[in-house]
């Protein structure tokens, strides 16, 4: 039976949208939040409430959820290494294809779920299915990713990220060369107005700030060393695009899909190189780095050795 939850709207939560005060009340995320409302389980007083509605004061709101069946036991996730572990904070390599944390329609293996499965126990801090979580990474890239193992260290290291002072370093193979070979590319960064599963560079989005250069020029792409100032999702991707330079690789973003074929490429070629941070018990400036998963330095090494 589903449960049913009933509540009149906390004052702290007038004119806030539904999904965004579900997710405060339920802990669950603002996604899994309008979800809920789009199948019809969120009412105002009885009435059907859509996802961005906003709730009025003295208003009762009532929540349907569904049935949760209980996930399956975490599995191994082959490829996921280990660059850093301590009692605090633990930093993986994350493979391809692997989700930062478990979300609705993702059956894959996620990054949570890996840890469980390698016996780590992260901090319980968070959204319930981002318990631990601190940043995140696409499905779709590999590279580093920091999970937090105590509650000190996720309090300390989402307000590092929040106040840009972790550094983040990717590599990125993108088609052409771009000029200049050392730049800046700012500009905010929205859904994108024709396919809910893109982004794109528009008037009223987010402030998105990427930083690059190129350190290798091989036959008909550049290798850029890139940092970003903020963490939009698929920056990388919607900024290289957006300059005519797309990542090698990257279909969803206009990439050459016979150039993909001929490298043997089922992804963007795009890796998370390094992470530098204080560390949120001593404060010491950590840096933790990573090298080039298999499938992205065999696509590189096929473009060098056919200059």
Not at 23 to 42: D, M
Not at 111 to 118: D, T
Not at 205 to 234: D, K, M, N
Request: proline content about 9%; glycine content about 10%.
């Amino acid at each position: 039976m589903p449960e049913i939850r009933s509540l009149p709207v906390p004052e702290g939560l007038v004119g806030d949208r539904v999904d965004a005060a579900l997710s405060r009340l339920l802990g669950i995320s603002r996604t899994r939040a309008a979800e809920l409302a789009e199948a019809g389980g969120v009412a105002l007083d009885g009435v059907p409430a859509g996802k961005s509605d906003r709730l009025a004061p003295g208003a009762w709101i009532t929540v349907e959820l569904p049935d949760v069946q209980a996930p399956p036991p975490p599995e191994p996730v082959p490829g996921l290494l280990i660059r850093y572990d301590d009692p605090d904070l633990v930093v993986i390599d994350k493979p391809v294809g692997v989700a930062a944390h478990p979300s609705p329609g993702w059956s894959g293996p996620t990054v949570p779920g890996a840890l469980a499965a390698a016996g780590y126990q992260i901090s319980t801090s968070g959204a319930a299915e981002r318990q631990g979580i601190v940043h995140r990474l696409d499905a779709g890239t590999s590279g580093l990713m920091m999970v937090a193992k105590t509650d000190l260290a996720y309090s300390v290291l989402k307000r590092a990220f929040k106040e840009r002072t972790v550094t983040k370093t990717y590599h990125a193979l993108v088609q052409g060369l771009p000029d200049p070979s050392i730049g800046t590319i700012d500009a905010p960064i929205g859904r994108h107005p024709k396919a809910d599963y893109k982004f794109a560079v528009t008037t009223d989005g987010r402030p998105s700030v990427t930083h690059y250069e190129v350190i290798e020029a091989v036959r008909g792409a550049s290798l850029l060393e890139i940092g970003l100032e903020t963490g939009r999702t698929h920056q990388i991707r919607v900024h290289t695009s957006a300059i005519g330079h797309p990542c090698v690789g990257d279909l969803t973003y206009g990439a050459d899909p016979s150039l993909a074929r001929r490298l043997g490429l089922t992804r963007q070629w795009l890796h998370a190189m390094a992470l530098g941070f204080h560390h949120p018990r001593s404060g010491e400036w950590t840096i933790v780095r990573s090298e080039y998963p298999e499938d992205l330095a065999a696509a590189l090494a096929a473009l060098r050795d056919h200059p």
